[in-house]
């Protein structure tokens, strides 16, 4: 790999400033070379939230994403306001337990994730976006499990009582990829 | 750790142990994060009830002689400019931190170079300089910031990061530098405290006599050329053998780096001059590297401000070109390589011709 | 629309634009904009009056309300009132402030306005934290509340004290009237349109500067759910900004 | 007997804060299942409430709706 | 100099410098610098003491008082001073500010540091007027007296009204002790003397926020002899401002 | 009249009816003077409670449609900043008079011009430009008063007198222009009024999209371009056949006139080029004039502000030669004559050559 | 017998504000005929005052001398 | 003549700063070019006070006097401060009443007016600086008595009830000098 610019995205309370925050953490781990950039809304009410997180073996000249290489899309109005931007051939990850539409945009893979019954299964429906973390390393091979396992710890230093699920949650989404 | 928490951590570091400010998108997450750190290591922070108010808890606890920090974002950064220029006058040193956003007005809170003329021409009324740094990454937060501290003092003048929300948000890997020891630096012979078994001491601007405010401003202008002499960084980038360079600073200076990178694989003789202090800014190098070059081509997020700068250091030794955005859209370094195609090409589709 | 059998008693009113607001939910600004267009609508001023909203979460107040709107920077709303007012000393003019907007930044605005007795109206929206930002503590915090710039709560010693600037305001000469209220329940919500209403009337029978003080919820920021935040309004807040007219010389009945 | 009153809430508008539900007396209003188009799970008006006979047309829920997203009907006499 | 037979009971106090006030005669002013010095010289304090004077007639007070100073933009003297007592929390710190200077342009400052409870003392100097800019209207300046901005005399209506911002202070938790005294008399400059001293040493026992109010006269721009303006004190400026203690919580006996 | 009251009485025959200041010397005349004035027109005049507020009752008054003016000196106009950028940020028209003084901080109240950088150069943040008028006498400080009310109306935008201490306190005979009759001038179809009958109307600076805050930075940017094609003004004096000229503004330009007459008088070929308009610059026609001198030699109340304008006007087309004096010590003509004699002879002994 | 007190008054100081003339219990300040170097007309101390037996060293003229310009001393018994 | 450069100076009290602007208004009434330009100090207590009038038949450059052509100095400090500026060949004028003292400065001629004996002939002492006024423009030529009182009432304007004091004051300095 050279450089991946990621965008994840989805309405506030679905915690997607933390995949990229715990992605972010974990590529600090494995050495690379990294930012992780939110999108700062003039408003800190409610509607949706973004994140590009940049990953890169060499040095990262713009940390801004206006043609990401991956769209996450945790739900449907992120999903029409990103997938035209998505490099032709990149990848788009959709939270299947929200999004039902197909995404308009052609000439990307699309790769969809049940997060919500994902998650269930490990027992917290919280956990949703941590499989999304999950399945995104796996999908992606940017990260190992561990990597990204740690990445969460170090992201959510001090909130120890979390990580059980949220482990959970990143081993669910990633052994979905693997099984698919 | 984000860009606002790297320059946090830092000035703690660096000795600073009072910061005074208030709340302003995008920057608030420095306050934020110093209004619990401080009181760990026995130090101040105060909300003040304004900027005005903020700037002058900083000239107060400066002339004091502590290492003291405020921080905004450009309409707080004007509310400032006359404690600034009293701070310049009384020569107090202070780091501020201007986490620069779209204007003018309330504007909005999107990354923005559009303060670069109140920042190194003196924003506050009179004859004074701030040592202006631009950092454009994680880890130059951090130098820069420690760096700020230690000229503050150096030379009893306030210095300014300039920066934008982008950088203050954004996290990259950051190696931090180590604590400065107080009671290591050096005493600061002019800052009050009680003038037991001493003359009394005091700190101000004020100087009625013509003649003598005349003498205190070659003074002044004594510091800022002595300034000007030792205090220039800048940072060129793939210049060796490049036909035109294109300036950028910060943020700006990221992008033009990538279009850089992409020109370059493509074989396009292209290079980076990124000027590092802003005031004093890098003439000299710009100059010497404009005599190389045929076309100098400067890209900021303002409708053209440091490229005066450019044209006073290059004057007629290369042809200069200017092209900028304001109002927080960010263009890629494709936009950016475009820009320089179209001025290699002198096809006029992209930016404008300086004229001097 | 309007059902068969059925007679429409309660809606948006004419003066609220048809834009959704951005305020987050249970957000006590959307309630006002919507009394303020009440009152507007009821007294048929809407056209003769102008506002001036402030810098904080209502800083786009003009794409809610459909009237002439003059924005100021942070914490100047009555200083740019006043020069409105020189201009049209006939129209209705008021300012609409947050507590970090008039009592913080703005506080030598707001007091010298007031005591010079301007003829104007203040909506002083009190949620007791800087909402725009993102949650620092507010001149009006209470001890112990949470906030980004307080962590761990607001500490006398380290923060300062809760401000209670409607009682320093009704010492002036220049104050007529001075109303608090809270805007957690049906009963204080009516109460609220009732000083706004005051307010206006004070203002266009020329008496001089008036002010509501509304004690308002701000879910977001205070981490609670609308409901919640209800409760701690009269649990808390409302016991430190107790209520109550604080000055009346309207010489109103009513 | 038909409800004295009934209302109208606007789906995309509601961000689902309950005050409605908290102040309403006839208990008329529970929560949708669903989300809207913004990602709020908005609140549904019952029509028909068994034991308190519906809706008395009060306007409470209208008055601390913060998105002005209810309207009230009365019935006509 | 001492002469024979004859033992010196009064003098010029040690903290004073030679250098001649540059005031006009009558002015407060001097004798207000007088009675700080006395007082720091009688607690010994001088050598651990920082003023902050303002920027007023007296900016230059750093010509007459041997202490440690910082100068303040106009009007911020109290957050200048909070700057410092952060970085010296035992040393006595003094604002020294006007009316224009604390009650105008300075407003938001004073009430916030009030507020705040800094652990500051503040001689604040009213003489309703702006003395250093040549006589123009203080937000104190009585109704129907004469500034130069307000030719004619104050008019409520044109000019608003006379601020009692001392009044205000007291209301705020932060504040321990406020007093006004009137300086055109013997007894008012002994009472003056002991508020002051009372303020700084409620600083030292670590109090909080305390200030004194002074009448204090401008015969120049109240274009009077200074004997008339001792009189316009009693007759005018006192019964607006009346002398007296306005709040005391230092629980000392005297 | 003094230069203070020409202002204020020129004020009120321009259509002002609204003046908004906090008292500070040497300009305190002017709210003097119009304290008196503006209640026999039916205006209003306020005695703000400070500066930040006067700034703010101007905006309120100009989005009101009123001609409006403030008026301070360079402290109080740093604190005006953030509302001056508001202003042209939200494109209300206003005359902002700064009577400058010595600097930095509190300074002194001598005559000064060391905020040249400050009006040019936007004190306060933001992409925006200020229209910069500099008088050198009583009868321009009429002209040029009332001309900045019509342009501030013209363009939407703040308009700066740019004086000293001096100019406000010296008389000289001045005819005063007539009254405006305001029946007779164009509605302001932007300003608020109360909606009766017509849509709502805001005027504001936050616009929080990017895209629409570039578009607004766009079209202020070609407002200014606009500007700077029409509102040059400069006058030159025995320029004709000069070899020197000496390039001054305000009150530095009659003692620079002054030099100029005393070498004239000993057959030296020296001439004066005075900007009148500071922004926009008469670049071109300096530069034209530039072409045929050998040298341009800058005298400024400053420790050297305007020159920059002036290089950028000159380039290398002309040397450039800088002297200055800052803190209010008034040179006489023969102090300046001495300094064009110095660069005419090339020894040095006086001022310095700029390089670029 | 010789007065209780006496005062030295620095005349240079003094600017002639008269306002220790007026505190004066026992009448021992006049006006100075002529100026002082700066212009003022100082006040001078009359040494004896026959009636109202001289300077009884108060201090009320050091007081309120807005110059500091008085020194006050008293007889040694 | 051409252009001609006067300071007046003295103390706070003695109307300093009235006789320069009199003799502004006088000139305007004549058409001459003029500035007047009182000294302001930082400072608006008592002490001294000056001011420069510039007249002159051509264009003011410079309205500041460095070296002035002539000084009227009513005091003794005032005479103190500005005599040495005063150019080589020009003029000093002393209010006698008050400087017994003699200028240190040579190369100038020295001309005294006992100004308030003289005012207080005509009847009111505090005329002293209008006899200064009438022996200035005698001495000097620069106006004529009835230019010089023309002036003054336009500089009063609105205090009508000194114009007979001020001008028995100018009319007495003026004889004064042609008498002697
Ligand atoms: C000069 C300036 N300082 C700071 C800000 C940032 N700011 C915007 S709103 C705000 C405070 C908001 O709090 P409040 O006034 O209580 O309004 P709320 O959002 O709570 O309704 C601040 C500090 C600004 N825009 N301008
Ligand atoms: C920012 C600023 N605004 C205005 C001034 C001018 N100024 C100096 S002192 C002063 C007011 C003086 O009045 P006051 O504070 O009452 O003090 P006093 O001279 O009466 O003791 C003013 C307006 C200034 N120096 N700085
Ligand atoms: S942050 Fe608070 S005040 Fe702002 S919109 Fe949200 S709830 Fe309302
Ligand atoms: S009108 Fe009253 S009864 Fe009907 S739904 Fe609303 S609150 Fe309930
Ligand atoms: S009060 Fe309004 S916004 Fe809140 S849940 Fe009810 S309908 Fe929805
Ligand atoms: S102007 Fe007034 S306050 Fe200032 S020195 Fe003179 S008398 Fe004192
Ligand atoms: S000490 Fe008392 S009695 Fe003696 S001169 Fe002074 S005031 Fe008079
Ligand atoms: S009080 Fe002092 S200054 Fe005033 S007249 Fe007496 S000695 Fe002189
Ligand atoms: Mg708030
Ligand atoms: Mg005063």
Known sequence: MTTTRTIFAGFGGQGVLLMGYVLAHGAMFKGLNLTYLPAYGAEMRGGTANCTVTLADEDIDSPVASEPDILVAMNYPSLEKFEGTVRSGGLIILNDSLIKESPARTGVEVFRVPVVELARETGSERAANMVMVGAFIAKTGLLTVEEACRGMEKALAGKEQFFAANRAGIERGAAFVTAA | MRGTQVVGETAVRAGCRYYFGYPITPQTELPEYLSARLPEVGGSFIQGESEVASASMVIGAAASGGRVMTSSSSPGISLKAEAISFMAGMEVPAVIANFMRGGPGLGNIAPSQADYFQSTRGGGHGDYRLLVLAPAGGQELADLTFAAFELADRYRNPVLLAADGLLGQMMEPVVLPDFVDLDELPEKSWAVSGCDGREPRSVYSYIADPVLLHRHNLHLQEKYELMAQNEVRWEEFRTDDAEIVVVAYGTASRIAKGAVNQLRASGRKVGLFRPVSLWPYPKAALRSLASRVRQVAVFEFSSGQMVEDVMLSVGERAEVYFHGVAGGIIPTPADVADYLDSVMNGDGRVGRRMDI | MNEQGYKKIFGRPESLTETPFHYCPGCGHSVLHRLVAEVLDETGMAGRTICVPPVGCSVVAYHYLKLDMVEAPHGRALAVATGVKRVHPDKLVFTYQGDGDLAAIGTAETIHAANRGENLSTIFVNNAIYGMTGGQMAPTTLLGQEATTAQGGRDAKLHGRPLDISNMLALSDGVVYVERVALNSVKGVRRAKKAIARSFRAQMDGLGFSLVEILSPCPTNWKMTPAQSWHWIDEHLARVYPPGVIKDDTGYED | ?77
Do not use: H, W
Not at chain 4, 4 to 29: A, F, M, T
């Open chain 4, 1 to 77: 007997m038909a409800a004295r009153g009934k209302i109208i809430i606007d789906r995309e508008r509601c961000k689902g804060c309950r005050l409605c539900l908290e102040v309403c007396p006839r208990d008329c209003l529970e929560p949708d299942t669903g989300l809207n188009k913004k990602g709020y799970q908005p609140v549904l008006f019952r029509e028909s409430v068994e034991d308190k006979k519906g809706c008395n047309a009060c306007t409470m829920c209208g008055l601390v709706c913060p998105e002005a997203a209810i309207e009230v009907y009365r019935a006509e006499e």
